[in-house]
């Protein structure tokens, strides 16, 4: 196909990661799409010869997919135990790796697995994918965790159980990851291959290393008192990590993307520093920093957003017309300003904090739409690229460190939260949508924009949103204010948190109204007569954002509901996501078959294992009045302001 295809087409492939940097891919029509109108097919030949092939890429791929070994999809009330006696078609050694037994989760008894330093009391304050079909496996081997009967033990126990069988979870995972990928980025959890697609340091290993920490598995490293399983009670895992840690030099000619590399190995190593204060995990973070600065050499506070870890050469990709990224030059203000706190240096906190004040003198210029940010910004401007403005890919975690900055910060610059309250305000007015009720009730959705019109349209990841307005609705959260504004403050936040509620039953109707119990990538709320909303990307990539949302709302409210929903979506990863060696994300989640895409990212441990765990944790671990989560869920201490 790609013989037929101009020179100058193949720079423009990248171009799948524009909407979706942590993404596995734009599907396939829209890849070919995108290329053939980028390369400019004048010539009828030429383009009568693409045509041709596309077509019979296409057919080839669905004959395939229909000869495919596979079981049918349960129905929605499928029994957690199914996998007991279901009788499979495939070959049961088909994909069948060998590895170790799984360790025994731990007993819970009435929360004694709560590492005590991390209590309220005693906290300082401060690829390609491949597609496979679920084979038969032995019951005894990946058989999801059983729920206790209702009723038959109390609530706390119930929680404790349900925290058991999240760490089991992650034991699982961790188990494959430790076999068969060790050190590599990343594995792939059918195959059983690796891939060192994050310049090969063991990103997996980095970002799981505080959820590692947070589930028992550091041994004594925080005077847990935990029964853990065999091999793993001692902190083996935690000495393992530890010493990969300690040997990777970040110097290779590799090309660093600033956001990623912050928030994952950065932010990874930070978020285990706060937890057990190993003093190489912050000398290892500050040596990477130093190997991202480059990217602050622009001709304005704009970063380029990847860096050349040995060159130290720094530039934008092509697929952005040299222009950076919202999200990732403003997603990197957390990390940067803890690590300037803790290491005396202030210049990464400056050049951080830099970008928020660049970004609000071009914001503040915006004749329509002020409080919403364009994603793409020209860094020798500087000035706003286009006119696209989303809370989903490109755009997200960027509102949210504007509210989490403030309060890591000890709410001692005020700018940020009225950054972020003109943010919201905006958001309401401009883009919060209803879809049309099909004779239901309406789902409130956040939709995009370009040049001033609407698109029906949201993201999996927008489903943060729910989570960050409820943070910002709380009291700890809000600024210092007098009397006379005690009244506005509160209408503010009975608005944020009831559009919280609105957004988040949206984000969770999403997941249970699939046949999986699993919500897609992406799904648009006109066009299809009769629902409330049609999928346009059904792929599912082990996300977080419902589940931070649903752990953010439980502890602000205290409503059992959200507990019981974050029950019911590990339940459908348990059936669905996991693998003989790990967990998979899905092809499609409302298909007849669910096929798995042999794709675990690192976010997997560091959020969505994470935010599990912690929902069915008791309140005082990592309370959120003196705690950030970061945008990949490392915890962080809300500092003290400066005297």
Known sequence: FFVFIPRQAGAMLPVYNARHPRDDGYPLLKRIKHVARTARLRSPRRLGMVVFWTIVLVAGVAVFRSLSFSRPAPSKDVDVNYLQNFEYTVDPDAYRPSRPSRPKPAQDNNNADIPNALHHSSLPVAEEVGEQTQPEVAPDTLAPTQEPSAGSISSDDVNARRRNAVRDAFVHAWSGYKEHAWGADELRPVTNRTNF??????????????????????????????????????????????????????????????????????????????????????????????????????????????????????????????????????????????????????????????????????????????????????????????????LGGLGDSFYEYLLKYYLLEGKSNSIWREMYDESVDAIIEHLVDRSDGAGQRPLVYIAESSHGNKIPEMDHLVCYVPGMLALGAQDFAQPPHEASQGAKIRERQQRDMSLAQDLLETCYHLYESQPSGIGPERVSFKGKEGARYKVVSGKYLLRPETLESIFVMWRVTGNDTYREWGWKIFQAIEQHCRTPSSFSGLVDVGADTFVWNDSMQSFFFAETLKYLYLLFSPNDLLPLDRYVFTTEAHPLAIMKPKT
């Open 197 to 390: 697609s994050w310049g090969g340091f063991g990103i997996t290993l980095f970002d799981a290393i505080d959820t590692m920490l947070l589930m028992g598995y550091g041994g004594d490293q925080l005077d847990l008192g935990v029964e853990l399983g065999k091999g793993v009670a001692d902190g083996a895992w935690f000495k393992e990590a530890m010493a990969h840690i300690k040997n990777v030099n970040w110097e290779k000619d590799h090309d660093a993307s600033l956001f990623e590399y912050t928030i994952r190995y950065i932010g990874g190593l930070l978020g285990a520093y706060e937890l057990c204060r190993e003093p190489v995990l912050l000398t290892q973070a500050q040596q990477l920093a130093e190997r991202m600065m480059p990217a602050f050499t622009s001709p304005s506070a704009i970063p380029y957003v990847k860096v050349n870890l040995h060159s130290g050469a720094a530039s934008n990709p092509g697929w952005t017309q040299q222009s950076s990224v919202l999200a990732e030059v403003g997603s990197i203000q957390l990390e940067f300003s803890y690590l300037s706190r803790h290491t005396q240096d202030p210049r990464y906190q400056m050049r951080a904090e830099g970008v928020f004040n660049e970004l609000r003198a071009l914001n503040e210029k915006q004749t329509q739409m002020r409080g919403l940010y364009p994603v793409y910004i020209n860094p020798n401007g500087p000035a706003f690229s286009n006119n696209l403005v989303t």
